[in-house]
């Protein structure tokens, strides 16, 4: 645990970081949120997960109570003060404090909270051997009628799908969607390889736009491999030659088994992840280049 969070505007100890319980976020899972990994001291593509976040707040009707770089000084001040250089952030904007009721206008200022922690890696014999998944029978929220590019607070469906893998002793579950297609993880976006081609659920099938989805897209395309984004059943990927999931935290995690089907971490998934750590490097000497512009 960090010792000290950013709480609406100021770094206070983490015991004093306290929520009220009329906070809409809490009573009703009414805000937004953004995880990201902190690599060397560098917020990595902060400016995509904060483009994210307005996006998020945007279609909620949220205003976030700062400004870009208010936010990017109050994480990095979150960052200092824990004397943190490879972490984890969590950004949550929740409506705020307000009486019982739906009503947004019912709450009049936003809670800001970072949460930042050291980054615990994942164990390495993951990445060697690769997680299990199962094809969870919750299905992804209808994106009709709760839109994935919210990256909001209700989390119930997802956690459902969780608890579906875990019992199971599954590392993730994978969501189909309403009509029976590969949506994505319950914290992640999904790959799989078949005839040499990378195959990923398109965002029609109602995911969200995994900010590491793009990044991997982008560097297959730049690497010439053959990308399809589509709608795809269960027997593509059980007939798959290789299978990951991305996300922030974990990057490219390669999987060993859907359900009964097993797989090895082939060369794609190896040859992406290499990229993108590459990418990370990049990233990370060029941000630290800019100095002090990284609090700007
Ligand atoms: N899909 C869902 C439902 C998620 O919650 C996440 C991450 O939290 C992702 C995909 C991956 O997103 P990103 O690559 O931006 O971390």
Not at 95 to 108: A, H
Not at 138 to 141: E, P
């Given at each position: 645990m960090s010792h000290f969070v950013y709480m609406n505007d100021r770094v206070v100890p983490a015991a004093e970081a306290k929520v009220s319980v009329f906070d809409h976020g809490f009573l009703y899972g009414d805000g937004i949120y953004e995880t990201m990994r902190v690599y060397d001291g560098v917020v990595f593509l902060l400016d995509e997960h904060l483009q994210r976040l307005h996006r998020s707040a945007s279609l909620i009707g949220?205003?976030?109570?700062?400004d870009v770089p208010g936010i990017k000084r109050a994480l990095y001040d979150t960052l200092q003060a824990n004397a943190l250089r490879n972490a984890y952030v969590r950004l949550t904007v929740s409506?705020?404090?307000?009486?019982?009721?739906?009503?947004?206008?019912?709450?009049?200022e936003p809670t800001f909270i970072i949460i930042t922690n050291e980054f615990k890696p994942y164990p390495n014999t993951l990445y060697e051997n690769g997680i299990s998944l199962l094809i969870a029978s919750?299905?992804?929220?209808l994106k009709e009628a709760l839109d994935p590019r919210i990256k909001s607070l209700n989390f119930l469906n997802n956690i459902l799908a969780k608890i579906e893998a875990k019992r199971a002793d599954a590392y993730e579950a994978v969501m189909l969607n309403d009509a029976g297609h590969l949506a994505e993880g319950t914290i992640s976006n999904l790959f799989f390889v078949k005839e040499g081609v990378l195959c990923t659920p398109s965002l029609e099938c109602g995911i969200l736009d995994g900010i590491t989805r793009s990044l991997i897209i982008d560097l297959a395309v730049r690497n010439s491999i053959g990308l399809r984004e589509g709608a795809f059943l269960p027997g593509d990927l059980y007939r798959a030659s290789e299978v990951f999931v991305t996300n922030s935290t974990m990057e490219v995690m390669p999987v060993s088994r859907v359900d009964s089907s097993r797989f090895t971490v082939g060369y794609v998934t190896r040859l992406l992840h290499t990229h993108y750590k590459h990418e990370v490097n990049a990233y990370v000497s060029e941000k630290k280049g800019e100095g002090p512009s990284l609090w700007q």
């Open positions: 949220l205003d976030i109570p700062k409506r705020g404090y307000g009486q019982i009721g739906l009503d947004p206008d019912l709450c009049k919750t299905r992804r929220n």
